[in-house]
C-alpha cells in the first residue's frame, strides 16, 4: 500500500500507517511515542498524518552520505578488495 492509495486522507490510524510504510504497528508506536515520527493527538486516538508519512518515507531512502555523490554513484556499493561492500566503518556509505 502506498500513500497515494489513499488520495486525499490526512492522517492515519497507527495500523494503517504501519501498512502503508511496511511496518510493524508495534514500530509505528514506538516511532510516534518517541518523536521520531510526527504524530498526532485527538481525544485518545493518536494520528499519523500524510506529511509525516512522506517526510519518513523520503528519511528512508539509501543514500550516500559522501559530498557530492549520488546514490547511484556511491562508493560503498563496489566491491572492495578484502571485505564486503561498504564493510568499512570509514567509508562514509551506508550502503
Known sequence: ???SAASEQLAFTVPHAA???DL???TVW???NTGQI??????RSRR?????LIATSRASEPRCNRPGTATAECPG???RPGGSAGSSPTSGCPR
Open 30 to 32: 514506538y516511532l510516534a
Open 77 to 79: 556499493a563496489e566491491a
Open 24 to 26: 510493524s504497528p508495534r
Open 19 to 21: 501498512k502503508v510504510l
Open 48 to 52: 499519523i498524518t500524510r506529511a509525516a
Open 38 to 43: 510526527e504524530s498526532i493527538k485527538i481525544g
Open 1 to 3: 500500500m502506498e500513500i
